[in-house]
């Protein structure tokens, strides 16, 4: 694992976890994704890494619907990431005809 690493790259880490989170800060990353946290925990993880680096963006993911939204957007991620909008979406068969 590197501690420096070259400007123009960008990391991301996904974590599961507050040991992970307290980990993830001791490298210099640019974006964290919250993977499967209840909205407490989400809430704590921000706390702590805007705490130590508020520039880093964070993204929650995992377990996400529609209907958490509003929940989740209040523990102040800058992203939500609902994979059922394209995991779970149903093929829709159509065709176009030039006459």
Same mark, same amino acid.
């Given at each position: 694992?590197?501690?420096?690493? %070259?400007? #123009? /790259?960008?990391?991301?880490?996904?974590? +599961?976890?507050?040991? #992970? !989170?307290? +980990?993830?800060?001791?490298? %210099?990353?640019? #974006?964290? /994704? *919250?993977?499967?946290?209840?909205? =407490?925990?989400? $809430? #704590?993880? !921000?706390? $702590?890494?805007?705490?130590?680096? &508020? =520039?880093?963006?964070? +993204?929650?993911?995992?377990?996400?619907?529609? +209907?958490?939204? %509003?929940?989740?957007?209040?523990?102040?991620?800058?992203?939500?990431?609902?994979?059922? *909008?394209?995991?779970?979406?149903?093929?829709?068969?159509? &065709? *176009?005809?030039? !006459?």
């Amino acid at each position: 694992v590197f501690k420096v690493k %070259p400007e #123009q /790259m960008k990391v991301e880490v996904e974590l +599961e976890d507050l040991d #992970q !989170v307290e +980990e993830a800060l001791s490298y %210099p990353i640019h #974006q964290v /994704m *919250l993977d499967n946290m209840d909205c =407490e925990t989400m $809430k #704590q993880g !921000v706390e $702590k890494i805007r705490a130590i680096n &508020s =520039e880093i963006m964070i +993204e929650a993911s995992g377990n996400m619907t529609i +209907e958490r939204i %509003p929940e989740v957007s209040r523990t102040g991620v800058d992203y939500i990431s609902i994979g059922a *909008l394209t995991h779970s979406v149903s093929a829709f068969d159509i &065709s *176009l005809r030039f !006459v």
